[in-house]
């Protein structure tokens, strides 16, 4: 009798799980003899780039009838105009790397001469063929992604997809025809669109979209922003010969990185012949038939041919309708979801940009992977945003993965080891070109446990995710699998590499606690 009670209690237990489940996907449980509402779909997906192909895709694989929708391609994109692959991959991550790679060249041309190249003094460089075959290329990822989903089951329509209920989607066709159709879960994936900011002749100014589309090089070109997208430009634009002018409003770029990598990546770009301008902001453009005449707030007047603002990104939410939905925004008009990344309105749910949590494309496949296992694949999974390494493509590149110093100092209680090295990397010692690389490891003083990397050289984003610990595993897998210093330090090195130096520094370079004073950045 004992058996069957435990039994009993067993099923009690396995099935208030089952409950549990389907109440986190479901909403709410259905009421006895009440029948299941029909849908047109049971996913219908808005916004089809790297997030939204991701959870239309895994959503498919676990039987679900999934469709999705999005805007016509375009280079540039618009409130009219998008393309399947999203920002990333048309007009984003993928053809800013191009630009890099070709960037690159320049110094790398010069640096070949003392290893024996006979370069001609004058070199030149044909931006409109650069600019075509990355146009090419884009192209051809925008069609590998539609047959993606083509591969998947997953059903693409081309047009603006609206939220019109908890279960509803308006999708306005490319002729303007509208149709509705029913899903019993939306997803919004829409991504994130350019900032500009509101100064006097602004109009004059591009965004990165634009910049990545231009038809002529130019030959001046003022930056206003100190994040990823304007460091890279600047990079991308001096190697290729440009005169520069980078603006921030902080004393060094790349505000909430490690300050003393964010130090380095500045010496770097002004040893690249980039002019910068911190503490600094745009207070008006002004058309003139030299070029754009660039006002400062230091009363500084900088003439250009293109002004790029870098300021940001919004979420891109302001079309979708979702106010007279109820779904929630917050002050940026981001969409505000749980941990499982779901709005307050059960049925409709959103990830990658739209939801301003961290902006980064693998991020938003993570979000789709965890979005697909929770809602059909019957296992709820929060997205885990601990230790996600990332990389700013600047020439030479700067990665990270986990705490910054600062960020060490605010959240960890006891003290923190810092061993830094900093080294001529082997190949500037023939080439000439005076330009350390640094690496950074931050560790908790009493668990042994690192807490944190950095790296700002050349190949920094590859050794980042994919160095010599646990056999080749990477230093951000190692770092998720909570690996010591001294595992680091028993691991043995590739030489000769830059890479080696992560697992050879044994002497400790200073000793930091929680109660370091506070910089202003």
């Known amino acids: ?73 375009d280079p540039i994109g618009s409130e009219v105009s998008g393309g399947v692959g999203g920002t990333c991959v048309l007009r984003g991550c993928v053809p800013k790397k191009i630009l890099v790679y070709g960037a690159a060249y320049g110094p790398e041309l010069e640096d070949a001469r003392n290893y024996g190249w006979e370069v001609n003094e004058k070199v030149n460089f044909n931006w409109k063929k650069l600019l075509h075959k990355k146009t090419e290329e884009i192209v051809r990822l925008n069609g590998i992604y539609k047959r993606l989903l083509s591969n998947a089951g997953v059903k693409l329509f081309e047009g603006e997809g609206r939220v019109v209920g908890p279960n509803e989607v308006e999708l306005i066709q490319l002729d303007g025809t509208k149709i509705s159709y029913s899903a019993k879960h939306i997803l919004i994936a829409t991504g994130s669109r350019a900032h500009r900011p509101d100064i006097p002749g602004q109009e004059l100014a591009i965004t990165s979209d634009e910049a990545l589309s231009l038809e002529e090089l130019p030959k001046r070109a003022v930056i206003l922003g100190g994040g990823y997208i304007a460091v890279e430009f600047a990079s991308i634009w001096r190697g290729m010969g440009s005169t520069v002018d980078l603006c921030f409003r902080k004393e060094l770029p790349l505000r909430g990185f490690d300050d003393e990598m964010r130090a380095v990546v500045a010496r770097n770009l002004e040893g690249r012949g980039i002019t910068m301008h911190p503490c600094t902001t745009l207070t008006k453009l002004e058309k003139t038939e030299g070029g754009i005449k660039v006002h400062t707030d230091h009363g500084e007047v900088i003439l250009a041919d293109v002004v790029l603002v870098a300021t940001g990104r919004l979420p891109n939410t302001k079309r979708l309708n979702l106010d007279a939905v109820g779904v929630e925004l917050d002050n940026m008009k981001a969409v505000k979801v749980d941990e499982y990344s779901r709005t307050n309105i059960p049925s409709i749910w959103a990830i990658g940009d739209v939801t301003n949590r961290m902006n980064l494309t693998p991020v938003a496949l993570m979000e789709g992977t965890c979005f697909a296992k929770t809602v059909f694949g019957g296992k709820p999974t929060k997205p885990d945003y601990s230790h996600i390494p990332c990389a700013v ?9 986990g705490f910054s110093e600062e960020q060490a100092t605010e959240q960890v209680n006891g003290e923190v080891s810092v061993y830094t090295s900093s080294f001529n990397p082997m190949k500037n010692t023939i080439s000439g070109r005076t330009e350390k690389s640094v690496m950074k490891l931050l560790v908790d003083a009493q668990t042994d446990k690192v807490l944190g990397a950095s790296m700002c050289g050349p190949d920094a984003p590859e050794i980042m995710q994919a160095c010599i610990f646990c056999f080749s595993a990477g230093i951000a897998v190692a770092l998720k699998c909570g690996a010591t210093k001294e595992q680091f330090d028993s691991t043995v090195g590739i030489h000769p590499s830059a890479a080696e130096e992560f697992v050879t520094m044994r002497s400790e370079s200073r000793r930091i606690s929680s109660n370091k004073p506070k910089t202003n950045l």
Do not use: N, T, W
């Open 1 to 73: 009798m004992k058996v069957v009670v435990i039994f009993l209690y067993g099923c009690c237990a396995y099935r208030l799980v089952i409950m549990a489940r389907k109440m986190l996907i479901d909403g709410e449980l259905s009421k006895p003899g009440e029948e299941e509402a029909h849908y047109d779909f049971d996913l219908f997906v808005i916004g089809a780039g790297s997030g939204g192909v991701r959870a239309s895709r895994f959503s498919a694989q676990y039987g679900a009838k999934v469709a999705i929708c999005e805007l016509p391609f």
């Open 393 to 401: 493509f600047c020439i030479p590149p700067l990665s990270v993965v």
